[in-house]
T-cell receptor, first 110, second 117 residues
Framework: EAGVTQSPTHLIKTRGQQATLRCSPI?????VYWYQQALGLGLQFLLW???????NRGNFPPRFSGRQFPNYSSELNVNALELEDSALYLC?????????FGPGTRLTVL | AQSVTQLGSHVSVSEGALVLLRCNYS??????LFWYVQYPNQGLQLLLK??????LVKGINGFEAEFKKSETSFHLTKPSAHMSDAAEYFC???????????????FGKGTLLTVNP
């Protein structure tokens, strides 16, 4: 069974640009979670999507947004990039309480 | 609010020695607890989970953890460390929100395990 996949692996952007990150969940999983792992800040919850709807978001500004598609894959968009957005962005999918993570997208903002 | 404290940001052991990584949680309702491992430049891999069944939980790669409600702890152990165990380990807690079923994870800051030959 294929695990959670994320693309791209690496993304380099300049300040002010927009970034789009993608996630494909494990087949049959309807929930997708996004986390940010920034140096010195640890793992922080960003967004939760379930059945196509945004269900909850963490303490992040509105320029972090996303969506979930009918096939349950998800996209995270970060607008007006700032230097401190440089981080590893992890996507997880779940069917119940157990979350399975993808390999992450390393976003570097120059 | 729920929180997780991992005591020791860095633990160093010799190959073959006992591994003990500490995790204490704070939660107003019975929690669900997880341990994940992260190898360099990779995502998180689930080691084991506690979901209110047996208090001693066995996971992959010889790891196990014991849920102790009285101590609000969920320490991770392995009897004999292997070089391949060198990685960062994260303890996490989830709970049901009062208004729904958001199982978002709250993570500890992580413990980097070094295994010396």
């Amino acid at each position: 069974e294929a695990g959670v996949t994320q693309s791209p692996t690496h993304l380099i952007k300049t300040r002010g640009q927009q970034a789009t990150l993608r996630c494909s969940p494990i087949s049959g999983h309807t929930s997708v979670y996004w986390y940010q792992q920034a140096l010195g800040l640890g793992l922080q919850f960003l967004l939760w999507y379930d059945e196509g709807e945004e269900r909850n978001r963490g303490n992040f500004p509105p320029r972090f947004s996303g969506r979930q598609f009918p096939n349950y894959s998800s996209e995270l968009n970060v607008n007006a990039l700032e230097l401190e957005d440089s981080a590893l962005y992890l996507c997880a999918s779940s069917l119940d309480r157990t979350q399975f993570f993808g390999p992450g997208t390393r976003l570097t903002v120059l | 609010a729920q929180s997780v404290t991992q005591l020791g940001s860095h633990v160093s052991v010799s190959e073959g020695a006992l591994v003990l990584l500490r995790c204490n949680y704070s939660s107003s309702v019975p929690p669900y607890l997880f341990w994940y491992v992260q190898y360099p430049n990779q995502g998180l891999q689930l080691l084991l989970k506690y979901t209110s069944a047996a208090t001693l939980v066995k996971g992959i790669n010889g790891f196990e953890a014991e849920f102790k409600k009285s101590e609000t702890s969920f320490h991770l152990t392995k009897p004999s460390a292997h070089m391949s165990d060198a990685a960062e380990y994260f303890c996490a807690v989830s709970r049901r929100n009062s208004g729904g079923s958001n199982y978002k994870l709250t993570f500890g800051k992580g413990t980097l395990l070094t295994v010396n030959p």
